[in-house]
Antibody, heavy 123, light 107 residues
């Protein structure tokens, strides 16, 4: 059964870069049927899509974060990564990674999700 | 950006009754909509995709309907374990967007 696991520092200082990795197990990240996405959820709030990546490196980003976000993929390690620079307290959230189904090239719903990792931005 | 508006914000329903959750889109999303269930401390779980197709392992009491700008999630015969926050997500346009969630409480 496919599993996704987020990893990375749980505490980041303001103005620094948040870096997370999502490791995929029991499936190949190089499957042509899926994109791989990042979603975040501030404490007590709703979900915000950050961006998605294909195994080839093709990416889609949320325009609201695009200037600060980089998502990359390493097929040899079967993982993909998120970098968010110049963070502030507003970037404090649980960060989820998830697999995203594609149908005839269109990127669709998220399933499954990783368990999420809380990242706090604080000095 | 398509804005997804969910209503009500909170819904309190007795066990065995029906819950109807609404998701309204600021422009048509056709049937490109998913519903997720999130329990406290857990990741969201896919319930419905394509507006009306249940995901694998989802009980038949969960059903989705609608298309365009008005979509609905119905949970018939509520059970205590259905207490959660429910989110809709449109994937018709970039950026993909979520509703703000409906908190479902079981009386």
């Amino acid at each position: 059964q496919l599993q996704l696991q987020e990893s990375g520092p749980g505490l980041v200082k303001p103005s620094e870069t948040l870096s997370l990795t999502c490791t995929v197990s029991s499936d190949s990240i190089s499957s042509s049927s899926y994109y791989w996405g990042w979603i975040r959820q501030p404490p007590g709030k709703g979900l915000e899509w950050i961006g998605s990546i294909y195994y080839s490196g093709n990416t889609f980003y949320n325009p609201s974060l695009m200037s600060r976000v980089t998502i990359s993929v390493d097929t040899s390690k079967n993982h993909f990564s998120l970098k968010l620079n110049s963070v502030t307290a507003a970037d404090t959230a649980v960060y989820y990674c998830a697999r995203q189904v594609t149908v005839f090239g269109a990127v669709k719903w998220f399933d499954p999700w990783g368990q999420g990792t809380l990242v706090i931005v604080s000095s | 950006e398509i804005v997804m508006t969910q209503s009500p914000a909170t819904l309190s329903v007795s066990p065995g009754e029906r819950a109807t959750l609404s998701c309204r889109a600021s422009q048509s999303v056709r049937n490109n909509l998913a519903w997720y269930q999130q329990k406290p401390g857990q990741a969201p779980r896919l319930l419905i995709y394509g507006a009306s197709t249940r995901a694998t392992g989802i009980p038949a009491r969960f059903s989705g309907s609608g298309s365009g700008t008005e979509l609905t999630l119905t949970i018939s015969s509520l059970q205590s374990e259905d207490s959660a926050v429910y989110y809709c997500q449109q994937y018709n346009n970039w950026p993909q967007t979520f509703g703000q969630g409906t908190k479902l409480e079981i009386k």
